[in-house]
Every structure is written in C-alpha cells, then in structure tokens.
C-alpha cells in the first residue's frame, strides 16, 4: 500500500510538470537505475558519521546519510514485494506468515535508528522480549537506544558495545580477563519491567560473560592545570554552544563544558583510555583540536601539545581506578 501511494505521488509530481508517465514505467525507471555505485565523496561523508560516536553531526552530512537510506530502503521494499507475491503465489495461508515475520522483526530497519519516534513504536509494537542476532547491517556504524523505562534495541554492535549499553560504562573502563567473543549483533530489549537486568542476563547465557565494578591499576591520562593564565584564552563565551568532531578534516570543537566535560570527550573520542580530571576548576572553556587524519601514530601527541598551549597538561600514569571487570562465568 505503501509502494502505491508512493508511486501515485511520483505520477502526480511529474504530471504537474506536464510529463505524463504511468505508474508501471515509474517502477520501470527506478529499477533500472535503483542499484548504483556509492559516490566516493558519500563513503567519506559516511565514516566522518560513524566516527563521531554520538558528537553532533552536521545537518549536510545527515541529509546526505538519510538520502543514501531512503534509496537503500526502496531496493529492499521491492525485494520484499517480490518475495511477498512469491510466497502469496505458493500458499494462499502463507499471507498470514509473511506480515508475522515482517511485524516481529521491523525493528531491525535501519531506517528506524535514524528516528526517534520509530525507535519509540518499535519498543512499544514489538512482543516483549530479549533478543540479540547476528546483525544484518555489517556495513554501518554501531547504533543505539533506549527510553525512560530502560528498554533499549541497537544494531551492529560487537560485544564489548553491548556490554556498554548493559553495565553504563565505556569500553575504556573495560578490563578483561580474556578475549570476548568476536562478531556484530543486532539486539532489543523491551520488557515492561527489568529490561536493563534481563538485557545483562541474556549476555551471560549467550556470550557467558558476567561484570562487575572493581579498582584495580590501570593506565590511564591525568588532566592537570599547567599554565593557569594561559586558561583565560579559552573561558568561553559562546551563547550557542556545540561539540562536534570532524573525522575527515581532523578537527573537534568542544564548547562551554567543564574539565570534567573535556575528559570525558578526550576518553571517548581519542585516547580509549580513562582521563581523569584532577584541575580542580569549576568554570566553563571553549576547546578547538586539530590532528592528522593521514598519521594516527601523531595524533595523541597533537592533542597533548595543544592542550599545553592552553595552559593545561595531559599526563600518561598508572593508578587504581574504578573499572568494570568482565570475567567468564565460572
């Protein structure tokens, strides 16, 4: 039904140009140009997406990415069509069995992660359950999300991203006592009560792999005021504050946060290991870095260097911190 009205809607839009063309050579002319090869520039825009890992995107860059799903998402409609009137075609009952599989497993579209209400309905419309499966989105970024209740569903996630999402703490706070399991699963945990319990207790039974928090000696970076004058530079001032960081061009714009706020962006964004916040101020800054895309081996020692000539020091050390202990189940 959907596919009809969409297809009317094309017929009327060229109609009102005065292009007459019927609903048949419309789907005509979109299958024989629907598969095309993705745009160099389009890759690049992609992974500038995937690495931002949650850092506001620019809306150029999101329009793009929605443009390229909505083509991806028409390719796989008229599979499904096809398959439908396959299936029709071979069992009058097979009707009823193609909209179940279809209802149970919509929450898997990747059109929907990209849609907060579509997320929402998914978590209220699918059957209460707990479910994680080998992903059907290899070629995209980790994506997820959860509401109020602490239901949640996700795509494309490895297993130290899952634990993330059911212990609340970065894979930087992470210590193993041996390698997890390797691959990428698409998961949904939407039970009225206790999801974020039942979601850790699935990763048991199916991974056997249970955490708790613990401090032990880690490696981590600690943040230190160096140059307390220098600070002045970067206090900030911005009425609209934003964070952002380009993988592309090698650049990050951290605005109006705490030190605190530019630990967390440094753990999470660059350096993969816990930074501790030990300046022992309270105001607001402004930060802007820059690294080399083309040399990664340089970045960590960039970052450093900018930081010190904002009066601030970025210090490598080994100390007992909080971490979260993933252990095999005995």
Not at 94 to 114: C, M, P
Not at 124 to 144: E, F, R
Not at 186 to 203: M, T
Request: one cysteine or more.
């Amino acid at each position: 039904m959907r596919v009809s009205r969409a297809l009317e809607k094309l017929r009327k839009f060229f109609a009102k140009r005065g292009v007459a063309l019927s609903g048949a050579a419309i789907t005509g002319a979109i299958s024989a140009n629907s598969v095309q090869a993705a745009p160099v520039a389009l890759a690049k825009t992609i992974s500038a997406v995937a690495m931002a890992k949650g850092a506001a995107a620019g809306t150029a860059t999101l329009t793009l990415v929605k443009g390229a799903l909505k083509i991806m998402a028409w390719t796989k409609m008229k599979t499904a069509v096809v398959v439908g009137v396959c299936v029709l075609l071979m069992a009058g009952a097979a009707e009823v069995t193609v909209k179940q599989i279809v209802g149970n497993d919509s929450w898997r579209s990747i059109l929907h992660f990209y849609s907060q209400s579509a997320m929402l309905a998914d978590l209220d419309k699918t059957p209460p359950q707990v479910t994680i499966l080998p992903t059907i989105h290899p070629d995209w970024g980790a994506m997820w999300w959860s509401d109020k209740a602490g239901r949640r569903l996700g795509m494309n996630s490895s297993v130290t991203n899952l634990l993330f999402y059911a212990y609340g703490e970065l894979p930087s706070r992470m210590t193993f006592s041996e390698a997890v399991p390797a691959g990428k699963y698409d998961f949904i945990a939407n039970l009225p009560q206790g999801s974020a319990e039942a979601f850790r207790q699935k990763i048991k039974e199916q991974f056997g792999l249970v955490a708790h928090i613990d401090t032990v000696n880690a490696d981590v970076w600690v943040l230190k005021i160096g140059d307390p004058e220098k600070l002045k530079t970067i206090t900030s001032k911005k009425a609209r504050p934003h964070s952002e960081i380009d993988g592309v061009k090698g650049t990050s714009t951290i605005e109006d946060k705490p030190f605190s706020g530019l630990a967390d962006a440094l753990e999470g964004w660059f350096l993969h290991a816990p930074v501790l916040d030990q300046t022992g101020f309270s105001g607001r800054y402004d930060f802007a870095l820059q690294w080399n895309v083309h040399d990664r081996s340089t970045r960590t020692r960039m970052i450093v260097d900018e930081l010190h000539q904002v009066g601030l020091e970025l210090i490598p050390t080994n100390m007992p911190v909080e971490m979260l202990v993933v252990e095999k189940v005995k």
